[in-house]
C-alpha cells in the first residue's frame, strides 16, 4: 500500500507545484512507483511543468464523475520509468471535486504506487480541504518571506485538524548572502515561527526557471544546486538520513581576484 504526501503552502508563488514536480521525479529516479496528482482545479501547472501537457486526454474530474477509468486518466511519463501524472481539470468548476471522490482516486492509487504527491492548490478553501483529505503526510513549503512564513503558519494549524501527523517544512529559494546580510529571514528563525521538523532547504537557482519552462524536472540536472537539494528531500523523504548542502555561495573567479586586488 502506497502513501499519499500533501505538497501544499498556503500562499502561492512558493515553488509547490515546483517542489511537488521535483520531489515526484526524484522519487521516481529512487526506484519507486510514483503518481503526481494536481488538484487545483482550473489552474492546473503540474502538467507544463513536467512538459506533459499536450498529452491529456482524460482529467481527474473525468475519473471522480466516471466518465473515464483511472487507468485511462494516467499519463505515463516516458522519460521517467514509474512515473505518472493524474492531471487536474482546466476548465470546469472549482467545486466540482468532492472530498469522497478524492479519498476514493487516491484509494486506488495507493494500491497502484509507492507513492503518491498531491499538488495542494494555493489558499485554504474547499481545493486545500479536498487535497488534504486522503492524504497521509503533509509537506508543508514556504520561502523566507514573512507573508509566506505566516501563510504557511495557518496552514499547518489547518493540517493539525485533519488528523495529519507532523507535517514537514520545506524552505525554498533561499538566498545565502541575503540572509548574511540581514535581508532574508533566517531557516533557524522559520524552524522556530512553524515548529516545524526540517525536510530540505533549497537554494535560490535560475536553473529551476528555465528548467519549468522547458518542462524538465530541475532534478535531471547534475549540477544544479536545487537539483541536489530535491534530491536530497527524495532521499530523506524514504528513510536515508542526509545531512543539509552548505548554502554558502561559490565564489566565483573574478570575485577571487576583485579580492585579492582590493576591489570592491
Known sequence: MGEAIVVTSGKGG???TTSSANIGT????LGNKVCMVD?????????VVMGLENRIVYDILDVANGTARLEQALIRDKRFENLSLLPAA???DKLALS???MKAIVKKLKELFDYIIIDCPAGIEHGFRVATTAADQAIVVTTPEQ???????????LLEKEDIPQPKLIINRIRAHMVKNG??????DIIQILSLDLLGVVPDDEQV????????PTVVQPNSRASIAYRNIARRIVGESVPLMSLTEQEGFFSKFKKMMGIR
Request: no cysteine; hydrophobic share 45%; proline share 0%.
Open 209 to 216: 526557471i528555465k528548467a519549468a519552462n522547458s518542462g524538465e
Open 90 to 92: 482546466q476548465t470546469k
Open 183 to 188: 535581508d532574508m529571514l533566517d531557516i533557524d
Open 26 to 29: 526524484a522519487l521516481a529516479l
Open 39 to 47: 488538484t487545483d482545479i482550473g489552474l492546473r501547472n503540474l502538467d
Open 147 to 157: 507573508a509566506a512564513v505566516r501563510d504557511a503558519d495557518r496552514v499547518i494549524g
Open 99 to 101: 472530498e469522497d471522490s
Open 14 to 16: 512558493v515553488g509547490k
